[in-house]
């Protein structure tokens, strides 16, 4: 999953999401002088990525995509679905995008000593393009590509995956509520076996179904 999806799911609080964005700058396991709520989300974070590339759904979007961009279809189907799911954000969150992405600003914003080097050195940028809305947008979906394709060094032609989008859109968004609800349940499964605290998990607090 991608940043969007990764703080849907996550608690709504500043610490929980701090850890939920942090899976993918954190290595290791050592969690020494973070605390407890970071390292719950941390944690989920690796589960929720682990899930998600095991789910029928996703392998389902993968293969809609041309074979020609390899392992480099995982990265363009989680940029999709975060571009999907900003697209019906509505029909998942009584909160509106603009309002919830505020709120995820000031908070990681507040936990600015807790994030990696690398979090704290994109923080400002995501702020001021405003990431997390402008994801219902396909330019900045082709940006976003872009700037995959450049960070690694362009063995990976993502740039060229834009068009994939258009071309198996109605079949990925199938794919994608598929995809919200399995996930939704497996986040509901952790709750019930204690894996994350009720207390923390929006999942517990009301998750809409999606339409």
């Given amino acids: 999953m991608n940043y969007l999806a990764h703080l849907y799911f996550s ?17 290791g396991n050592a969690y020494d002088g973070l605390p407890d709520d970071l390292v719950t989300h ?30 480099g279809r995982s990265i ?61 947008h396909e330019e900045v979906v082709a ?13 990976i032609p993502l740039a060229g995956g834009y068009g994939q989008l258009h071309q198996h859109r109605a079949g990925l968004e199938e794919d994608f509520s598929a995809f919200m609800a399995d996930m939704a349940a497996y986040v509901k499964t952790l709750v019930r076996g204690n894996e994350v605290r009720p207390e923390n998990d929006r999942i517990a607090g009301g998750l809409k179904s999606g339409r």
């Fill in 42 to 71: 941390l944690k989920l974070h690796r589960r929720l990525d682990t899930f998600t590339l095991s789910s029928p759904p996703f392998q389902s979007s993968r293969r809609r995509l041309n074979p020609c961009f390899g392992h």
């Fill in 76 to 136: 363009l189907v989680d940029v999709f679905y975060d571009h999907l799911l900003a697209c019906r954000w509505d029909s998942y969150s009584d909160m509106p995008l603009p309002d919830f992405a505020r709120e995820v600003y000031s908070g990681l914003n507040a936990c600015h000593h807790y994030l990696p080097s690398r979090l704290q050195e994109q923080l400002p940028r995501m702020v001021a393009a405003d990431w997390l809305s402008s994801y219902r």
């Fill in 11 to 27: 608690a709504p609080r500043p610490l929980a999401w701090s850890g939920s964005l942090m899976g993918d700058f954190f290595k």
């Fill in 143 to 155: 940006r976003v590509l872009q700037r995959l394709e450049q960070r690694l060094r362009h063995k």
